[in-house]
């Protein structure tokens, strides 16, 4: 589910940004970036700057990115992505430079006989990184109802065929919220928390015990030394850095969308 919420992330993510799907399966994704994202992602600065100083004419590259390594077949030529991937790390700073708060209004269709109610949702993207000296990432995707406080998980998804436009469409009304979105921000924050705390505490166990082991190991080198050198207190806190367990969490991005829907089910 995670790699499926990966990639309906990153189709939305190119889309966003003029940078249309030329071809997509379930398991990968092609782009023809615009070339403000050729410029972000390809790291390609001499071949723009010596474009702009010669006039020439741009030519932004297309990016192929595989969210299904085990289901492609082995000829697909692109770009594993993951979460932890350095590549999905640039995209999600990408998305933080770009604006990392959106506010869009559902595109309803409506005869003009009478107007239609739009309804505040509150959304997050997280990322809770489980961090020793392995690492694992977990993508969370939270919606809050600002009337009458409904938390949906995996929200952005739920939107994939939903349309969108800047401004309130035709014959259609936003309602107040009743929760203000700092507010909201709160209760989902606690949300993430919660589940961050919530994941169990084996892979920090299994991290202490590999500590121990190093941490031992050193000591027995350092044993017959009385007089430890500085050596030993580098080695000892690059040990404690590199186990040590510790929990990041991230809000990469969100937004505020008026929707027609008020309730999603479970």
């Given at each position: 589910?995670?790699?499926?919420?990966?990639?309906?992330?990153?189709?939305?993510?190119?889309?966003?940004?003029?940078?249309?799907?030329?071809?997509?399966s379930p398991y990968h994704l092609t782009a023809q970036l615009s070339i403000d994202m050729d410029k972000r992602l390809m790291n390609r600065p001499f071949y723009w700057h010596y474009l702009e100083k010669t006039g020439g004419i741009p030519q932004p590259m297309q990016m192929t990115l595989v969210t299904d390594p085990e289901k492609a077949p082995n000829d697909l030529k692109?770009?594993?992505?993951?979460?932890?991937?350095?590549?999905?790390?640039?995209?999600?700073?990408?998305?933080?430079?770009?604006?990392?708060?959106?506010?869009?209004?559902?595109?309803?269709?409506?005869?003009?006989?009478?107007?239609?109610?739009?309804?505040?949702?509150?959304?997050?993207?997280?990322?809770?990184?489980?961090?020793?000296?392995?690492?694992?990432?977990?993508?969370?995707?939270?919606?809050?109802?600002?009337?009458?406080?409904?938390?949906?998980?995996?929200?952005?998804?739920?939107?994939?065929?939903?349309?969108?436009?800047?401004?309130?469409?035709?014959?259609?009304?936003?309602?107040?919220?009743?929760?203000?979105?700092?507010?909201?921000?709160?209760?989902?924050?606690?949300?993430?928390?919660?589940?961050?705390?919530?994941?169990?505490?084996?892979?920090?166990?299994?991290?202490?015990?590999?500590?121990?082991?190093?941490?031992?190991?050193?000591?027995?080198?350092?044993?017959?030394?009385?007089?430890?050198?500085?050596?030993?207190?580098?080695?000892?806190?690059?040990?404690?850095?590199?186990?040590?367990?510790?929990?990041?969490?991230?809000?990469?991005?969100?937004?505020?969308?008026?929707?027609?829907?008020?309730?999603?089910?479970?």
């Amino acid at each position: 589910m995670q790699q499926e919420q990966l990639h309906q992330f990153l189709t939305r993510y190119f889309e966003a940004n003029d940078s249309p799907l030329i071809d997509s399966s379930p398991y990968h994704l092609t782009a023809q970036l615009s070339i403000d994202m050729d410029k972000r992602l390809m790291n390609r600065p001499f071949y723009w700057h010596y474009l702009e100083k010669t006039g020439g004419i741009p030519q932004p590259m297309q990016m192929t990115l595989v969210t299904d390594p085990e289901k492609a077949p082995n000829d697909l030529k692109g770009e594993a992505i993951h979460f932890g991937a350095p590549r999905l790390h640039q995209i999600f700073q990408s998305t933080r430079e770009l604006g990392g708060f959106l506010h869009l209004y559902e595109n309803v269709p409506t005869t003009g006989q009478r107007s239609v109610p739009l309804h505040p949702w509150l959304c997050i993207n997280a990322k809770i990184s489980y961090q020793c000296d392995r690492k694992k990432d977990v993508f969370l995707s939270l919606g809050l109802n600002l009337i009458h406080g409904q938390i949906v998980q995996s929200f952005f998804p739920k939107l994939e065929s939903t349309s969108f436009s800047y401004k309130t469409p035709d014959y259609c009304f936003t309602l107040s919220p009743l929760i203000t979105p700092q507010s909201g921000f709160i209760r989902l924050e606690k949300m993430i928390e919660t589940y961050a705390r919530n994941e169990g505490s084996e892979w920090a166990e299994q991290a202490n015990r590999r500590w121990q082991e190093d941490l031992h190991l050193l000591e027995q080198f350092y044993e017959h030394v009385d007089d430890k050198p500085e050596s030993y207190e580098v080695e000892k806190a690059s040990l404690r850095g590199l186990y040590e367990p510790r929990i990041v969490i991230d809000v990469v991005n969100g937004g505020l969308f008026y929707l027609h829907q008020q309730v999603f089910a479970p």
